[in-house]
């Protein structure tokens, strides 16, 4: 991997915010008041990039005051209060602000307490048909409240999992502030996964209540999902109680509860308060190495993460309105939703990123004034490429912000918005992962943008790259890693009793530190930049996926014998997902194979697991231990001399790693 180039050698900023945006930020005034009440350094008078400086080296240093001062600039409320902010800073493990209880949803609801506010809208949902449907503040507590008192007379106690397999609709929001108000925990999946991609996930969780829709709508067509439902309800025998939302008119099934019928009596909400470290949801990850990681988060630490992120980061508030194109599978979904914590109006979007055309997002952003617009590095480029003009065509006046996640945005895409959006454009590319439902680095409001780089560590996140001796390096290529807690890390992981698998997945390499799986340079004037996976997760289109679900799909057809898939980040921005396949003797890769190997990934996963591209290989390298070789096939695809992308004294088959170095250069993916 190349060394970044010094940034002394860097063009100047693409961007930078004027006196009035930097006076007016959240973030500026967040600093002027921990400096009066907490110790932070002050603000350095026309130097706001060492000033932001100075306030993150404070706010990793001294962490527990700075969590402190978040919690009481957005005045949280503690049912009973915390005994010390930080009782055990040991990663895994810390234990944050104990004694303490809270609750989520009251936060996430409180901006409807204030009458004034009553008839804003909460939500804005847009379908295909771009029209925005508003969900007003008294509307969204009142169902919020009424869902809740439905859960509870369903016999849904604190710690207890409701599970949505759901598209992102209000029904999806609802769901889940009811079942954190009840202290109950949420899980979630997309209606476009297939039902064995949901059952490895919810099977683990145990849930007792199953929110579903007959089915959804994408890219113009009916999708039913009744038979899917069918199963989910067959193969998980702790639900006790089933809420169908019938999006295409269907009538509930036999022994399932109608949503209308569930939130009909309207009633104002009650909090369970709970501990801080109590569950809030279960993400998951890819699968790569078998089942997803079932990912609990606590509802104090994604509540302080996601005040920080949004209200500072992101200098969301009352008066903005927020759309990330996003679904209930993806992190995102959370994050998103969690902008009503600080008052803004949140847009759920369901249907496809690019119907009736390519420029669709952009439509729903003019149509729903909103003012931070986020999406996926892919989308921007897709818009690049189809000769999308968003400035010209849609009245954007309103959009102060576009965030890019999921991939590194590539230089060419920031200029693209730059000069097809607009010129005075603040653009926050940001990276964080699902692990921490939240952003490592991106965002500030107060700070330049530089081409192809994220503008800042996040506040509180003592981020560093590191070479594999654990040393932190300077303007050249290391291991992402985060030296010290974030509230938002995991308590757990759901069925890992003795957190083996947690600390294995993000601690093993350097004991006590968080090592994420991201090669990224920390540049000396304080800027990040990202440059793919250090893993084999695959990461397409912003969705992580895991190999071991396209394994286990495409291994059923009798043709296969073994199979490899790998996610190669482009230099051009470009992503490109080749599945090579091992065929059983006599086989042949016909188009009738090739038809069947996709059509059976479409069914049994989703559409976004079809691979590029289908290769047939003379076999699939393993470790001496016999498991499947990814990050140095995926290394050697990138370039990478085949000497230092692996131990060849590791391996079963040091020949079979040389055909895919020959097949990358052949293919034009790797560097002569």
């Known amino acids: 991997m190349n060394t970044a180039a010094h940034p002394d050698h860097l063009p100047g900023p693409l961007w930078q915010p004027g006196a009035d945006r930097i006076a007016r930020a959240r973030l500026t005034r967040f600093h002027a008041w921990a400096a009066e009440r907490h110790g932070a350094p002050a603000a350095l008078p026309g130097d706001p990039a060492a000033s932001y400086a100075a306030l993150h080296r404070w706010s990793v240093e001294e962490l527990e005051t700075f969590w402190r001062s978040v919690a009481d600039w957005f005045e949280v409320r503690f049912g009973t209060p915390y005994d010390t902010v930080l009782a055990d800073p040991a990663m895994p493990g810390a234990r944050w602000f104990p004694g303490a209880t809270l609750n989520y949803a009251e936060h996430a609801l409180r901006a409807g307490e204030d009458p004034a506010r009553a008839d804003d809208p909460a939500l804005l949902h847009v379908d295909e048909t771009h029209e925005p449907r508003p969900v007003t503040w008294a509307e969204l507590r009142a169902r919020v409240g009424a869902a809740a008192a439905a859960l509870r007379r369903l016999g849904v106690r604190p710690g207890d999992r409701v599970s949505g397999y759901l598209p992102n609709i209000p029904q999806a929001a609802i769901a889940f502030l009811a079942t954190a108000a009840v202290g109950g925990v949420w899980t979630s999946c997309a209606p476009d996964f297939g039902a ?37 309800r067959r193969e998980l025998p702790t639900v006790r109680a089933v809420v169908h939302i019938p999006l295409l ?24 308060q709970v501990p801080f470290d109590h569950p809030l949801w279960v993400l998951y990850s890819s699968g790569t190495t078998g089942l997803p990681k079932a990912i609990v988060q606590s509802q104090g630490g994604i509540l302080l993460e996601h005040l920080k992120q949004l209200g500072l980061h992101s200098d969301l508030g009352p008066e903005d309105r927020f759309f990330w194109y996003t679904s209930t599978g993806w992190m995102m979904w959370n994050f998103l939703v969690s902008g009503l914590l600080v008052g803004a109006t949140v847009v759920l979007y369901d249907g496809s990123p690019g119907h009736p055309d390519t420029a669709a997002q952009w439509r729903i952003a003019e149509r729903t004034g909103t003012t931070l617009y986020g999406t996926s590095a892919a989308y921007v480029m897709a ?20 965030a890019t996640t999921g991939s590194p945005l590539p230089p060419d895409g920031f200029r693209w918005i730059h000069d097809e959006v607009a010129e005075d454009m603040w653009i926050a590319s940001v990276s964080g992962g699902t692990d ?28 560093q790259a590191w070479d594999p001796q654990g040393r932190p390096v300077t303007d ?87 199979s490899l898939v790998i996610g190669v980040e482009q ?31 479409r069914a049994e996963l989703s559409p976004r697991h079809v691979p590029d591209e289908v290769i047939e290989v003379p076999g699939v390298p393993h470790t001496l231990t016999g498991k499947r070789i990814e990050v140095p096939v995926k290394r050697l695809l990138q370039g990478t001399a085949l000497d230092k992308a692996v131990n060849p004294g590791s391996v079963d088959d040091v020949e079979l790693l040389r055909y895919y170095e020959r097949l990358a250069r052949t293919k034009g993916v790797a560097a002569d």
């Open 571 to 601: 230099p051009d921005g470009g992503y490109w997902m080749p599945l090579f396949v091992h065929l059983a003797p006599g086989a042949t890769l016909d188009e009738e194979l090739l038809a069947r190997i996709k059509s059976t990934i």
């Open 476 to 562: 050249e290529v290391g291991e992402l890693v985060v030296t010290r807690p974030m509230p938002s890390m995991p308590v757990r992981f759901w069925n890992d009793p003795d957190g083996s698998r947690y600390r294995d997945s993000y601690f093993e390499m350097f004991p006590g530190v968080w090592r994420h799986g991201d090669w990224i340079t920390l540049t000396s004037r304080g800027t990040v930049v990202i440059h793919g996976r250090s893993d084999s997760t695959l990461n397409r289109q912003g969705v992580r996926m895991g190999s071991a679900d396209i394994y286990e799909a495409v291994e059923r057809l009798p043709e296969i014998r073994e």
């Open 249 to 272: 008119g269907t009538p509930a099934p036999e022994g399932a509860l109608d949503w209308d019928d569930l939130v009909g009596e309207e009633t104002a909400p009650v909090f369970e």
């Open 196 to 232: 064995r991609s949901v059952l490895d996930r919810f099977q683990q969780v145990e849930p007792v209540v199953l929110f579903t829709v007959d089915g959804y709508v994408y890219g113009g067509k009916t999708h039913d999902r009744t038979e899917t439902v069918a199963e989910l």
């Open 383 to 402: 818009c690049r490429k189809a000769g999308v003009h968003p400035g010209r065509d849609f009245d954007l006046s309103r959009v102060k912000c576009v």
């Open 436 to 463: 921490v439902c939240s952003c490592f680095a991106g965002a500030v409001p107060t700070l330049p943008v530089h081409i192809g780089e994220l503008q800042a560590p996040g506040l509180g996140t003592d981020l």
